[in-house]
């Protein structure tokens, strides 16, 4: 059974930082990209970062420079360091693995923390 499990969310005023970590579980870590979106109500979730299971990564324009997404192969955990944190970076943040094997896709999400950035 895949479990993707996030931590390090919180309440953190604004220019702060915040470290969230997601553990994957069930799946082979090491073919999975990885990556952390984020939602607030009403809106479709966004892509915030990615890193390839080569270690590629991707941002969204609004958190270049600001965020920074890494993996660590042996202990199965993708983390995405968030500085100078903004109240619009307020959100569920959500973790996802994604692979294609043999022309099937796999896709997982976590179960989301929540991020609040107080200005």
């Known amino acids: 059974q895949v479990h993707l499990v996030e931590s390090g969310g919180g309440l953190v005023q604004s220019g702060g930082s915040l470290r969230l970590s997601c553990a994957a579980s069930?799946?082979?870590?090491?073919?999975?990209?990885m990556g952390w979106y984020r939602q607030v109500p009403g809106k479709q979730r966004e892509l915030v970062a990615s890193i390839t299971s080569r270690g590629y990564t991707n941002y969204a324009d609004s958190v270049k420079g600001r965020f920074t997404i890494s993996r660590d192969n042996a202990k199965n955990t993708v983390y995405l360091q968030m500085n100078s944190l903004k109240p619009e970076d307020t959100a569920v943040y959500y973790c996802?693995?994604?692979?294609?094997?043999?022309?099937?896709?796999?896709?997982?999400w976590g179960q989301g923390t929540q991020v609040t950035v107080s200005s």
């Open positions: 996802n693995a994604d692979a294609t094997r043999l022309s099937i896709g796999y896709n997982y």
């Open positions: 069930g799946i082979i870590f090491t073919v999975y990209a």
